[in-house]
């Protein structure tokens, strides 16, 4: 191998290592705005998935607002069959 080719051998490999560590530079600012979008994506679902397990309960409110509002009627009518009904 002459000396000229050597030269140049070295040179594309210090010109191909700057291109790979440009590369590696390039795709690490890609990750980090990547990390952060999955980041507050699953901060998303966590809260997501807390409205949710706090919503579970409405079925039993809206029983218990369907209990309610039929006691008065329920009353009158126990009241007046003991006869007593105003």
Do not use: C, N
């Amino acid at each position: 191998m002459s000396t000229a080719a050597a030269v140049f051998a070295w040179i594309g490999l210090a010109l191909g290592l700057g291109v790979a560590l440009l590369v590696v530079a390039l795709f690490q600012r890609v990750l980090t705005p990547l990390r952060e979008i999955k980041r507050l994506a699953g901060d998303t679902l966590d809260a997501g998935l807390g409205i949710t397990r706090h919503l579970d309960g409405a079925d039993e409110l809206l029983r218990t607002h369907e209990l309610a509002t039929a006691v008065p009627g329920l009353a009158t009518a126990y009241l007046g069959k003991l006869g007593e009904a105003p």
